[in-house]
């Protein structure tokens, strides 16, 4: 080769150089093509409101990651599909994306029944899996030992350990009566929140269900008003929530504090009856997060109105996973599912890594510990008022 | 257990059946005289929320006119339904059209979810009527609202059957189409304005739900579960029955919830035993025409 060289003018050779590192090293990203992510959402359906803001924190991750060149010159192409959060269609679209549109890893997932028959249908494959939503302790428990799977979004007991640790935070709270949907989202909540009270040596007053979308809770509101608890909890879905803290004024029986955890309702939606009710949540554009300001202004600009926690999930569970393959320098499976296990992420959460999870799970990022709690104020503002180290305003109890 | 708190659970379940009477007679009406088991009678509700919820938030039109404003346009939905679907349905099977209402429920409930997102929204309206407060009892405004609207609705209904022309064919068409027809009956028009007249109170009840609940593309689901049991209950077709009907409903599930432990989830459950039994010694409902075997 070197006897080749010796033959050709330092022009030619730079030439010949040029070429042959254009022939065997930039087309190699175009003859590999994009780097494909099989993102399964329900975008229809009664799972589509949160399906869609996922969808849309994956898109912009990827936007982001594509506008700075893509991942090792390959741009990320998102490959979507429609669960409809049912089972039987989650099972058919795994089987596509895994063995038609070959993938080369899958972020998404919404609903815990759907995604159940989603990861079924997939393990066989081992694909990198970065799941964004989904909180049932089933999924972890058959799940989340795989060494593929990683978790972004909190299991559902850490909602329940961060609303007891909220409550411990206020020194007169002493009771607790709670007020659960009666199937497997409430049932467990109540189980976890008993469960973590008594640990915590707050007195479990109260323990009723109710039937989602029910139109009268005055039967809740008047027991609960007889035992007079230091705090009401809800765990329902976002109507309840919001019918519960309107007939508690209209019948004049607010409790000292009356707390929910957020299931995608805006203070809006609460009107003057959301006056200093407080919401469990995963995040707040508010919150306050080294760097989050900024990051809340580019999106929100991006996404032309307010950005919520759900697109938040989909956002981090794209951003660590191509920042785990930028790090890892190629497409290499075995680099970039370590490097997603040993990695600290910069996140809009704050500084986050996978660790091991209570029931099982190996890879779960976002715990108790990330969670807030947030008071809706009389002005129609609101405050993150727990964790100290994320709060923006002091709490206010008792409400009434 | 107190008087107070007695009297609290009974009065306002007694204005939840108010909502459940006003849901419940327009399908009464249309079930009694096309004999069209109309399961997406609660789509036709959610249209009404939404349309009353969209008129006072963007232009502040107080709830009693986009009450009003619903039922005329869900009036007319419910013509070009008949028109465009169900009349073709009529002459098929009776499974071809319960399967063909139970298709457009499912229509109409995906396409609000996608158009409308499957979030809650509230009405942010003051109270329509003064609150009562007696001591420990207190019962809001607008559950007053809603209690006068449901027995009026069902007032209503009961004169367009037994002090109108119309209503008197509508018998006459519901007893014996064949029969009607050969009588110089326009059968066909007839099951139109009655179904008509069952969306325009469908729209009507929407405003309501849109009151005292949120409006959401589920919200009629449960709501028309209830209204097929109160007419069930009832007796079908009977419209003084049902109004009964809803008042059993709406009272097994409010006390059982507020007296007995765990009775948010009896609740419901309570109701619908009461139904079954109703219906296992009096299988035509408490007010129905007994048939002789």
Redesign the interface.
Known sequence: MGGFFRHMSGRRILATAALAWSVTVAPVGAQQGPIKIGVPLPL??????GG?QILWGIQYAAEEVNENGGLFGRKIELVTEDTKGEPNTSATVAAKLATQDKVDAFVGGFGSTSDFALLSALQRYEPIFVHAGSSSVRLEETFGKNDWYYHVYIWDYHRQKAAVNFFKSIPAVKTLAI?YE?KLYGTDGSKFTQQYAKEAGIEVVMN????A????F???L??AK?LNPDVLFIIGY??DN??IA??AE????QPKLLVTQGA??KRS???PAGDNVVVIDLWSAKQSTPGLADWVKTAEAKRGGEVVSSAVQGYVAMKTLTDAAKAAGSWDRSKILANLGSMTFDTPYGKVAYAAAEMGGKHQLITDKSMIAVQYKPDSGQEVVWPSDKATGKITYPAK | MTIASVSQAVLLSLTIAGLYAAVAAGLTLTVGVTRIINFAHGEFVMLGAFLTYWLHTRYALSPWLGMAASGVALGLFSMLVYRVFLARVLKQDEHNQLLATLGLSILLLNIAVILWSPDPRVMQAPALLPSLRLGDVSIPGNNFAVALVGLTLFLVMLWIKTHTRYGTQMRFASDDPELALHAGINVDRVFELSFVIGGAAAGVSGGLVALVLYVQPTVGVDLVIRAFAIIALGGLGNIPGALVGAAILALAEGLTSTFVPQGGSWGFGVAFLLLLLVLIVRPSGLFGKQVQT
């Not at chain 1, 009723?208 to 039937?211: D, S, Y």
């Not at chain 1, 979308?213 to 009268?216: M, Q």
């Not at chain 1, 209209?250 to 029986?253: D, E, M, R, W, Y």
């Open positions: 229809t359906g009664a799972l589509a409101g869609n007020a009666d009723e269900p109710f039937r979308g029910t139109p009268d005055s039967p809740i008047n027991r007889g976002s109507g919001i019918q309107r007939q209209q019948l004049g029986a995608g309702e939606d609460f009107g």
